[in-house]
Nanobody, 114 residues
Framework: QVQLVESGGGLVQPGGSLRLSCAAS????????MGWYRQAPGKQRELVAT??????KYGDSVKDRFTISRVNAKTTVYLQMNSLKPEDTAAYLC?????????WGQGTQVTVSS
């Protein structure tokens, strides 16, 4: 079993920055993928950024603005978000895959608005 707990969301003005954190526990050392997705109301869940065995992957809409990082092996994953836009408003969910099973956190809300 894996538990994922996100934090760091909130309200920010356009052009601002936020850093999200994901605290992972359980059997995460064998995770093949870890990272972040987001989902806005009425829209499909989309890739934000992930680590996998091939390296890092970013969604096209966040490249050059967001940076994923991790510490303590795989127990904490961060998402640094810069130059935020209103269209970045969404629930941001931490994700990992262990032995072909997908795990999701509850999500943290990010709202970009003036």
């Amino acid at each position: 079993q894996v538990q994922l707990v996100e934090s760091g969301g909130g309200l920010v003005q356009p052009g601002g920055s936020l850093r999200l954190s994901c605290a992972a526990s359980g059997s995460i050392f064998s995770a093949s993928v870890m990272g972040w997705y987001r989902q806005a109301p009425g829209k499909q869940r989309e890739l934000v950024a992930t680590f996998d065995r091939g390296g890092t992957k970013y969604g096209d809409s966040v490249k050059d603005r967001f940076t994923i990082s991790r510490v303590n092996a795989k127990t904490t994953v961060y998402l640094q978000m810069n130059s935020l836009k209103p269209e970045d408003t969404a629930a941001y969910l931490c994700y990992c895959r262990v032995a072909l099973t997908d795990y999701w956190g509850q999500g943290t809300q990010v709202t970009v608005s003036s």
